[in-house]
């Protein structure tokens, strides 16, 4: 557990956080390339399938009441899952999304107030409204209808921005994710990977169910033309994102502290980007820039800028997509 006055972490420690944050960061593009040749209702329950099943053989049971770990899975798997591959579907940008998404650390820190009461600290509040005017930057082109033809701006030609639905469900899953993050700390002392791995147990059967409602006639087609690539996508999302991601960054914290290691899930946003940049062309136009800029800045003054902690105890643990 962290110490007062601990020196700095690690050199082995800082390469496998870079490690795990840039896995998480690759996370949207793979997202981008798997919702391509498989409907992303459908892609998001297989992930979750394939996360407790047959991993709930090997990693043992949560010392937590079923309804919470249904309830959390509930909001990570459909809520957050299930509208961020959808609006990605829908031609959200894969780098755009990481930034967004990051908004969950505000909705915590909202939800945490009005369900666990705890104080929201001066510094939260300047970061909300700083990241807020970045959020309105990136709202603005779609409000206005001057996003990318077909919303699919932000990809190689396009001009970047959002069309205002796709934004909407990035914002949601944000949403989402908060409440899972409210939701995690009623469960006391669980760890990360036995957390993921059981509550995956409560999303599969809702998603395959949307699915079918909204995506059954896209359902045969993809799976009898599916590529190396799309099976390639899911196992990253299965093996590389969810099960070593969450345990390994579940083993650093406990060995160095949550609040040593959780404000370094800035990073994945940033390593979000720039694989959205590297690998499927996405520009940005200079204000996307400057509102990702304001969204991150506001960020590191929510995590960094507080010299007292909140009233109670705020969530420790902190993910990727």
Known sequence: MEKTGQSALPGRTLVLIALVTAIWGFNFIVIKIGVSGVPPLFLAACRFALSALPAVFFVRKPPAPQWRLALYGLLLGLGEFGFLFTAIKLGAPAGLSSVILQFQAFFTALLAAVILKETVRANSVIGMATAALGLVLIALPAVTGSGGPGGTAGTRGGPGGFLLWP???VVLAAFFWAGANIAAQGLGKTGGLSLVVWSSLYSPLPLFGLSFLLERDEILPAL????????????????LSTLF???LWNQ??????????APFSLLVPVFGVAAGTLVLGETFTAGNALAS????AGLAIHVFGGKRPMAGKAPERSRGA
Request: hydrophobic share 60%; aromatic share 6%.
């Open 167 to 169: 934004l909407v469900m």
């Open 224 to 239: 009898s033309n599916l590529e190396p690539l799309s099976i390639g996508a899911l196992a990253y999302l299965v093996l």
């Open 245 to 247: 991601g969450y345990g």
């Open 252 to 261: 650093l914290i406990m060995r160095h502290g949550a609040k040593r290691i």
């Open 293 to 296: 800029v304001l969204i991150l």
